[in-house]
C-alpha cells in the first residue's frame, strides 16, 4: 500500500511526522478532495484536518483515519496539534506554501524541515487500481473525441467544440476537464497552447483538440490533429512524421531504459526529417492526480537519466508546428505493463478527415 511506502519514508528521513498542505498530495493519500484540508503522517499514524465545511463528509468516508476538526485559525491549530502529538521534527511541502503560510509555520518549539516535492518517486509508480481508474478515464476521452468527429463542423466557433468537451465530461460522470481543452484551428495550431478561441473552423484546414478529464480523482491527457476538408501534401506529410515520431517513442518505452531515450527517439526523427527546429516542447510528462507530474519526458535535464520502471505512466506527445501554416500533435498516456509501454488509449493515430 502506497500510504505504509510514504510512512517508511518519513521514517527514514528522520521525521517524527509530514504536514501535507497541497490538494493533490491530500487527496493521493487520504482520497478526500476539498479545497482545506491537511494530512499529518506519522510512521505510525495517519490524521486528515480540516474545518466545518468538511468535517461530518471526512469522518463518515475516512474510517480508518482519526479526523480532527480544525477550530479558530488554521496553523496556529495546527501547530498547537503538532505540539499536543508531541511531533517535534515535521516535514512540510516547501514547494507547495505560500510565503505567508511558510512564515506562520515558524516554531520555536516545532523543527521544520521543507522538502520539494517529497512524494514524487512514490507518486511516479501506479497501482494496478491506478492505472486501471485512469484506463477508465480514457475509455470515456476517447468516447467523447469520437462523438465529436460527428459533432464537429465547417462554421462552428472553437469554444463551440469546446463547449461540447465540456458538457459530456460531466455527462460521462467525469468531474470535471484535467485542464482547460485546447481547440486550435487553422494557424491557430500551430502554437503548441494555443488558447480556444471565438475563430471559426473553416474547411480546409486543420484543427488540433487537445483534452483531458478528471475521473476518480485522476486525469487524462489526450491530443489528436484532424482535417476537415482535404488534406494537401504538406499536411500529409508533416501528419505521417509525427505519427511515426510518436510510434518510434513508444518502441524504446522499456523498463530498463532510460526516459531521455523516450524523448531522444522521436526528436532525432523529426531533425532526421529536416523539422527539428520546429519540435519546441518535451515529448511527455507524467501524470495521475496532477495533469503534469514527475518525470519530464524529455532527453535534457535531471529527469533524463531516470530509469524506466513497471507502473510509470506518462505522456507520449511529439508535435510539429509550422508557424503561420499548421501545427500538428498526436498525444496518449502511456502506462508501463509487463515491462512495456501500453498506450491506454484506442483511437487510431492514422490522419482522419472530416
Known amino acids: 500500500?502506497?500510504?505504509?511506502?510514504?510512512?517508511?519514508?518519513?521514517?527514514?528521513?528522520?521525521?517524527?511526522?509530514?504536514?501535507?498542505?497541497?490538494?493533490?498530495?491530500?487527496?493521493?493519500?487520504?482520497?478526500?478532495?476539498?479545497?482545506?484540508?491537511?494530512?499529518?503522517?506519522?510512521?505510525?499514524?495517519?490524521?486528515?484536518?480540516?474545518?466545518?465545511?468538511?468535517?461530518?463528509?471526512?469522518?463518515?468516508?475516512?474510517?480508518?483515519?482519526?479526523?480532527?476538526?480544525?477550530?479558530?485559525?488554521?496553523?496556529?491549530?495546527?501547530?498547537?496539534?503538532?505540539?499536543?502529538?508531541?511531533?517535534?521534527?515535521?516535514?512540510?511541502?516547501?514547494?507547495?506554501?505560500?510565503?505567508?503560510?511558510?512564515?506562520?509555520?515558524?516554531?520555536?518549539?516545532?523543527?521544520?524541515?521543507?522538502?520539494?516535492?517529497?512524494l514524487k518517486e512514490i507518486r511516479a509508480i501506479k497501482t494496478k487500481e491506478e492505472i486501471e481508474i485512469m484506463r477508465e478515464g480514457v475509455k470515456k476521452s476517447d468516447s467523447i473525441y469520437r462523438e465529436l468527429l460527428s459533432f464537429v463542423r465547417p462554421g462552428m466557433t472553437e469554444l463551440e467544440v469546446r463547449g461540447f468537451i465540456v458538457s459530456r465530461i460531466f455527462e460521462q460522470g467525469g468531474s470535471g476537464e484535467s485542464f482547460p481543452a485546447i481547440v486550435a484551428s487553422g494557424e491557430g495550431s500551430a502554437i503548441p497552447h494555443w488558447e480556444t478561441s471565438e475563430r471559426k473552423i473553416e474547411h480546409n484546414s486543420p484543427v488540433l483538440v487537445d483534452m483531458g478529464l478528471v475521473w476518480k480523482g485522476y486525469c487524462t491527457d489526450f491530443t489528436r490533429t484532424f482535417y476537415m476538408g482535404r488534406p494537401d501534401k504538406e499536411f500529409i506529410k508533416v501528419y505521417n512524421i509525427v505519427r511515426d515520431a510518436h510510434l518510434f517513442a513508444?518502441?524504446?518505452?522499456?523498463?530498463?531504459?532510460?526516459?531521455?531515450?523516450?524523448d531522444k527517439a522521436a526528436?532525432?526523427?523529426?531533425?532526421?526529417?529536416?523539422?527539428?527546429?520546429?519540435?519546441?516542447?518535451?515529448?511527455?510528462?507524467?501524470?495521475?492526480?496532477?495533469?503534469?507530474?514527475?518525470?519530464?519526458?524529455?532527453?535534457?535535464?535531471?529527469?533524463?537519466?531516470?530509469?524506466?520502471?513497471?507502473?510509470?505512466?506518462?505522456?507520449i506527445e511529439p508535435g510539429i508546428y509550422l508557424p503561420g501554416k499548421f501545427g500538428v500533435r498526436l498525444e496518449n498516456i502511456v502506462a508501463v505493463v509487463n515491462g512495456v509501454g501500453e498506450p491506454l488509449s484506442s483511437v487510431s493515430l492514422d490522419l482522419v478527415s472530416i
Not at 516535514?91 to 512564515?103: I, M, N, P, T, Y
Not at 513508444?250 to 523516450?262: A, H, I, P, T
Not at 537519466?305 to 507502473?311: C, K, L, Q, S
Open 1 to 118: 500500500m502506497k500510504l505504509r511506502e510514504v510512512q517508511k519514508l518519513i521514517e527514514k528521513e528522520g521525521l517524527d511526522a509530514f504536514l501535507f498542505s497541497s490538494r493533490a498530495n491530500v487527496f493521493y493519500l487520504s482520497g478526500f478532495s476539498s479545497t482545506h484540508a491537511y494530512a499529518v503522517i506519522t510512521p505510525d499514524s495517519k490524521y486528515l484536518l480540516t474545518d466545518g465545511r468538511y468535517y461530518e463528509r471526512a469522518k463518515s468516508q475516512l474510517k480508518d483515519w482519526e479526523v480532527v476538526l480544525i477550530k479558530g485559525r488554521a496553523i496556529r491549530f495546527l501547530k498547537r496539534f503538532l505540539r499536543e502529538k508531541g511531533l517535534i521534527r515535521v516535514g512540510f511541502e516547501s514547494d507547495r506554501v505560500s510565503c505567508e503560510l511558510r512564515k506562520h509555520l515558524r516554531s520555536t518549539k516545532i523543527k521544520w524541515r521543507g522538502y520539494s516535492n517529497f
Open 250 to 262: 513508444l518502441e524504446k518505452v522499456k523498463v530498463g531504459n532510460r526516459l531521455g531515450d523516450v
Open 267 to 315: 526528436r532525432d526523427y523529426i531533425k532526421r526529417k529536416r523539422y527539428g527546429k520546429f519540435f519546441v516542447h518535451t515529448t511527455g510528462h507524467g501524470v495521475g492526480v496532477e495533469i503534469h507530474e514527475y518525470p519530464r519526458v524529455y532527453y535534457k535535464g535531471e529527469d533524463a537519466d531516470v530509469v524506466i520502471e513497471e507502473g510509470m505512466v506518462f505522456t
